[in-house]
C-alpha cells in the first residue's frame, strides 16, 4: 500500500569486473605509467592497484593499513595469475566471456560519464532546500495512528461495520482482514502519514475523528477498507541537514535520468 522509491547506485562489481578485463591486454603498462608489480614479467600498472585500493573501507591506524597494503598485492597478484592461466586456456576468446568483458568496460565508462556530468551539473543547495519544502507540504503535519480491516467485498465490509454498532471490537473483528501482516495485531498500521497510502483511503482517514471508524466501506486499488483512528499527533519531520543525504541522490538520479532522455531525444535508434 505504501509506496516506495529507489536511488542511483553505483554497482561494485562492474569496476571490480573492469579491473579483471585489464589483466587480458599487453604485457607492458601504457607509457608513463608507474609498476606496482610485476606477475610472469607481466607489469601491473599502479593505476590499477589505486583503483582497487579506493574499493576497499579505509585503514584505521598504520597496522591495519600495513595489512591492507599486502591483501592488496596479494589480491592484484591471484587475480593476474588467473587472468593469465584464461588467456592461456582461450577463456578470453570465448563469445559469452567477451559479452561479459564489454558489458563491464561499458558499465565502468557509463558511471563514469555519470559522475562527470554531475559533477558539471551540481545540485545547487537552494535546489535541495525547495524539494525538502516540497515533501514537508506533502506530508503535512499530522501523523495518524490507524487500524483496518480489508475485505474482498463491500457486503464483507458492510457486515464488518454492522458487527462494530453492535458492540464488537475492532482487533477482535481484524482476525478476517485479508491483509496479512495486520490482522495478528488487530488490524494495526502504526503511525501513519496520510500521504504514503491510497487516496480513497488516505481521505477516509483524515476526516474521522479520533476512536471512530468508517461508518461506510472504503474502497481502494487492494479491496474494501474498515477504517478506525485510534490516535493523531503531530508530526516531527527531519531537518533539512538530517533529509540532505536521501534528497541528494534522489535529485542527482533526476538529473541525469533528465539527461538521458535528452540524449535518446537525438539519437537515431534502429
Request: glycine residues 6%; proline residues 5%; charged residues 25%.
Amino acid at each position: 500500500m505504501i509506496r516506495s522509491r529507489s536511488f542511483l547506485k553505483t554497482p561494485i562489481f562492474l569496476v571490480l569486473g573492469f579491473i579483471a578485463g585489464f589483466a587480458l591486454a599487453d604485457n607492458a603498462p601504457p607509457a608513463g605509467k608507474q609498476t606496482y608489480i610485476t606477475v610472469n614479467g607481466k607489469a601491473i600498472p599502479k593505476s590499477r592497484a589505486d583503483v582497487l585500493a579506493n574499493s576497499m573501507p579505509p585503514a584505521q591506524g598504520q597496522r591495519e593499513a600495513e595489512a591492507m597494503r599486502r591483501s592488496l598485492g596479494d589480491e592484484l597478484v591471484r587475480r593476474e595469475l588467473a587472468a593469465q592461466e584464461a588467456v592461456k586456456r582461450g577463456i578470453d576468446s570465448r563469445p559469452d566471456v567477451r559479452a561479459q568483458i564489454d558489458l563491464a568496460a561499458q558499465g565502468v565508462l557509463v558511471n563514469a560519464y555519470y559522475s562527470d556530468y554531475l559533477h558539471e551539473h551540481p545540485i545547487s543547495e537552494e535546489t535541495i532546500k525547495r524539494e525538502y519544502e516540497s515533501i514537508r507540504t506533502t506530508l503535512g503535519n499530522r501523523e495518524f495512528k490507524v487500524r483496518h480491516i480489508l475485505l474482498n467485498s463491500e457486503a464483507e465490509a458492510q457486515a464488518i461495520i454492522d458487527k462494530l454498532g453492535r458492540g464488537a471490537k475492532f482487533n477482535e473483528l481484524a482476525a478476517q482482514s485479508k491483509d496479512l501482516v495486520t490482522k495478528g495485531r488487530g488490524g494495526d498500521l502504526g503511525w501513519i502519514n496520510a500521504a504514503t497510502y491510497v487516496q480513497p483511503f488516505s481521505e477516509a482517514m483524515t476526516k474521522l475523528q479520533k476512536g471512530r471508524y468508517t461508518f461506510k466501506p472504503v474502497q481502494s486499488e487492494f479491496g474494501w477498507h474498515v477504517i478506525q483512528l485510534d490516535d493523531i499527533r503531530e508530526l516531527k519531520m527531519p531537518t533539512l541537514a538530517e533529509l540532505k543525504p536521501q534528497l541528494l541522490p534522489r535529485l542527482q538520479q533526476q538529473t541525469i535520468e533528465r539527461h538521458m532522455t535528452e540524449l535518446r531525444s537525438r539519437a537515431k535508434i534502429e
